[in-house]
C-alpha cells in the first residue's frame, strides 16, 4: 500500500460538493476538480446503472459555445465531423484534431439553434479546445466563449432514467432521440436536456445553472429512489464506458493517434465542404489504413490489464493496454489495447502484469451492449 | 473509523495480531486501506511454507482502480493462507480485522518477534497517522 502524492494545487469544487459530501462521497482530485470517486461500493454503483440507474456529477465537463453566422462553417473547419449537417436539437459525437491528425480531445456537440452550438469538452482539454476554437475561428463570423462556469452537468443513466425523469419533466421523452438535445424544464428550472451518456445504457444529461444543481439533483434522486437510483462515482463512470467500448481522452485517445487507430475513423467526414484542421494527415492515413488497432482483450486469470501495461502477441511485446479494470458484468478483468494492425485476431494474447504474462482472449469492441 | 487496539499496524496500512499459537501472528489490511482501495477484486496470497521478509512484498491485492502490494509486517514463514478470499475477497472490504485477514506467519523466534511488534505503530500512532493532512 502506499499513498497518492497530494495534489499540487487544490482542486476546483462542482455546485454538488456538499451534496457529495453528505452522501458520504469519496472525493478524489479529478483533472484538477474535486469529483466523487464512489459514495459506497463502485461495482454496487456499476451494477445500479446497468439494472436500474445511476446519477452522476459530471460538472466538471468543459461547455464552449460556438455562435454566429458562420458558426456552422466554423466548426466544419475546426473539427473532424460535419457539424453543418447536424439538425437542430440534435447531437454529434466528434472530435477535434491537430493538422497532424493527432485527437485534441474526443466531443459532443449539440446544435442548439441554426447559429448556435454548445461544444462539450473533457474537464482536462477545456482550455485546450477552447483555444484552438478561438484560434480556428480567425475569419469567421462566429464567437467562441467558455462558458464551463455557467453550467453544472447532471446525469441520469439507466434502463429507469425514463421512467425517473418523465414526471418531473414537460418534454415528453419518447420523442427525444438518442443523442438529441433541447432546451427544457427539470423540476422546475430551465435546463439543456440531452439523450446522451457514457456508459452504454440508455439515460440524459442535464445542463442547468450551478445554482439550480443541488434542487434538480436532489429531486432526481428523490424521485429514483423507488427505482433503485444511487448515486455513482466516476469509479462506476469508468468501468461503464470501458464494457461500453467507449474511448476516454488520455487512455485510448491522444495526440499520438488519429480517430482511424482508435477504430473512430467514421467520425472523419471528408465529403464536408472547404478544407478542415488535419484533413490531409487524416486522409493520408485513411487510406494508408491505421498503424495500430484498438482492440478487446478479456484476460482468462483474475490479475487484472490497467494502463500501460505491455501486451504480449505470440510471447514477444507488441502492444500497451489503455484502460483495464475488473469488468462488474462480465465478472472478469477486461481491457483496451493498441496493438499492430496486422496482429492477427487469432494470435496468442498476453499482457505483461508486472512481469508476468497472464493469458488474453483477444475480442470484438464493445465488451458490452445493452438489449434494445 | 475505529481502530482496533488489539492489533499493531505498519506505514503500508497492514494490522497484525498474535494468533493463539505462540510465535505466529494474522496479517491483514486495515479499515482504511480498504476505504482508500474501494471493491477488492482479487486477492494474491502466497501458499504455506513460503519465506516472507519484513519490508518485502508478499501478495497484492487488487481492486477496480489500483493494484497493491501487501508488505510483509515481519520476516518468518506462512503457516495459513485465507484460502476464502479466492472466492470472496470481498471480505476484505466487509470486515478487514476480521473474516477479511490474508496470511499467518510464524517467526523463527519469540523474541524476535516481540522486537518486531514493538517496533510496530499502535491504535493511536496508527489513527493519528492516518488523519494527518
Same mark, same amino acid.
Given at each position: ?96 484534431? =491537430? ?132 448515486? %455513482? ?108 494492425? =496486422? ?16 493469458? %488474453? ?12 | ?133
Amino acid at each position: 500500500m502506499t499513498d497518492t502524492p497530494p495534489a499540487q494545487q487544490a482542486p476546483r469544487e462542482t455546485p454538488l460538493r456538499a451534496v457529495h459530501e453528505a452522501l458520504g462521497a469519496n472525493l478524489v482530485d479529478f483533472a484538477g476538480w474535486l469529483m466523487p470517486l464512489r459514495y459506497g461500493s463502485e461495482t454496487a454503483e456499476h451494477t445500479a446503472v446497468r439494472e436500474r440507474a445511476g446519477l452522476f456529477d459530471l460538472s466538471h465537463m468543459g461547455e464552449i459555445s460556438v455562435t454566429g453566422p458562420q458558426a456552422a462553417a466554423l466548426l466544419d473547419h475546426a473539427l473532424v465531423g460535419h457539424m453543418s449537417a447536424v439538425r437542430e436539437g440534435r447531437a454529434r459525437y466528434t472530435m477535434i484534431c =491537430d493538422a497532424a491528425g493527432g485527437v485534441l480531445d474526443d466531443l459532443i456537440v449539440y446544435r442548439l439553434g441554426e447559429t448556435e452550438y454548445l461544444v462539450v469538452a473533457n474537464a482536462a482539454n477545456a482550455d485546450v479546445v477552447h483555444a484552438a476554437l478561438v484560434e480556428r475561428a480567425a475569419g469567421f463570423d462566429a464567437t467562441v466563449t467558455d462558458r464551463s462556469a455557467e453550467f453544472a452537468l447532471i446525469a441520469l443513466q439507466g434502463p429507469k432514467a425514463v421512467e425517473i425523469l418523465a414526471p418531473h419533466t414537460d418534454a415528453t421523452l419518447d420523442e427525444i432521440k438518442y443523442y438529441a438535445g433541447y432546451r427544457q424544464q427539470v423540476a422546475g428550472r430551465p435546463v439543456m436536456l440531452a439523450r446522451t451518456g457514457y456508459t452504454g445504457e440508455d439515460g440524459f444529461e442535464v445542463f442547468c445553472a450551478p445554482a439550480d444543481a443541488e434542487h434538480i439533483w436532489s429531486a432526481l434522486l428523490a424521485a429514483g429512489e423507488q427505482h433503485g437510483l444511487v448515486p %455513482a462515482g466516476l469509479s462506476a463512470r469508468d468501468t461503464l464506458r470501458l464494457e461500453a467500448g467507449m474511448p476516454l481522452y488520455g487512455n485510448e485517445l491522444s495526440r499520438e493517434v488519429t480517430p482511424f487507430e482508435a477504430g473512430l475513423g467514421r467520425v472523419v467526414k471528408f465529403d464536408k465542404e472547404g478544407d478542415f484542421v488535419g484533413r490531409d494527415a487524416l486522409l493520408a492515413r485513411s487510406k494508408e489504413g491505421p498503424r495500430q488497432r484498438l482492440v478487446g482483450l478479456v484476460a482468462r486469470g483474475r490479475r487484472v490489464p490497467r494502463h500501460g501495461y505491455p501486451v504480449l502477441v505470440d510471447g514477444a511485446p507488441a502492444g500497451e493496454v489503455t484502460s483495464g479494470a475488473p469488468s462488474p458484468t462480465l465478472g472478469k478483468p477486461i481491457a483496451m489495447a493498441y496493438v499492430p494492425a =496486422d496482429a492477427p485476431p487469432d494470435a496468442e494474447y498476453a499482457v505483461d502484469v508486472r512481469g508476468r504474462a497472464e493469458p %488474453a482472449d483477444r475480442v470484438d469492441l464493445p465488451f458490452y451492449q445493452r438489449a434494445k | 473509523m475505529a481502530f482496533p487496539d488489539d492489533v499493531k499496524y505498519t506505514a503500508e496500512h497492514e494490522w497484525v495480531r498474535r494468533a493463539d499459537r505462540p510465535g505466529v501472528v494474522r496479517v491483514g489490511i486495515t479499515q482504511y486501506a480498504q476505504e482508500q482501495l474501494g471493491d477488492v477484486v482479487y486477492v494474491s496470497l502466497p501458499e504455506p511454507g513460503a519465506a516472507v521478509t519484513a519490508g518485502d512484498p508478499f501478495g497484492e491485492v487488487e481492486s477496480t482502480k489500483s493494484v497493491s502490494d501487501l508488505f510483509a509486517p515481519v520476516s518468518g514463514s506462512v503457516v495459513a493462507r485465507n484460502d476464502a478470499l479466492d472466492t470472496q475477497p470481498d471480505l476484505v472490504n466487509s470486515d478487514p480485522y476480521g473474516d477479511g485477514w490474508m496470511v499467518e506467519i510464524e517467526a523463527p523466534d519469540s523474541e524476535g518477534l516481540a522486537a518486531a511488534l514493538d517496533g510496530l505503530m499502535d491504535a493511536d500512532a496508527y489513527a493519528a497517522s492516518v488523519s494527518a493532512p
